[in-house]
């Protein structure tokens, strides 16, 4: 069953990833948050089925090419870009992280209704939140 949410952040790419990637511990995998992923690394042999969030600060690089890359390795996916954030995004707004980490876990008792791209965006102010 899948049990395990991982949680990575900036060096997740290349330490998170790769266990969410791995053919061998991807199925106990529910689901990955990156925040702000430097890059990917591991054993994915096309786009992962496993559930991600993926957090930007919107002082990072939330439209780069590694964030595309994010979005084409995980088919399942939610993009959320902090307003005002650097790339430490959750430290920008930690309630605001830890409300969309707990909802997104909560979330994922399986597999995202069909495979769905999802895009989440958050309004500047704390209390304005969309689709929250």
């Keep these: 069953p899948r049990s395990v949410l991982v949680v990575a952040a900036s060096a997740g790419g290349s330490v998170g990833a790769p266990f969410v990637l791995d053919p061998k511990t991807a199925p106990s995998v529910a689901g990955y948050v990156s925040v702000s992923a430097l890059g990917i690394r591991g054993?994915?042999?096309g786009p992962?089925?496993?559930?991600?969030l993926l957090v930007w600060g919107a002082?990072?690089?939330p439209?780069?090419?590694?964030?595309q890359a994010h979005e084409r390795t995980f088919a399942a996916?939610?993009?959320?870009v902090l307003p005002d954030a650097p790339h430490p995004a959750y430290l920008k707004e930690p309630e605001l992280f830890n409300a969309l980490v707990v909802r997104f876990a909560s979330s994922q008792t399986g597999a995202l209704p069909g495979r769905e791209h999802?895009?989440?965006r958050v309004a500047a102010a704390w209390g304005g939140a969309d689709e929250l």
């Design 59 to 61: 002082l990072d690089q």
């Design 63 to 67: 439209t780069s090419a590694k964030e």
């Design 48 to 52: 992962s089925s496993v559930p991600a």
């Design 118 to 120: 999802w895009s989440l």
């Design 43 to 45: 054993n994915a042999s």
């Design 77 to 80: 996916h939610q993009l959320c």
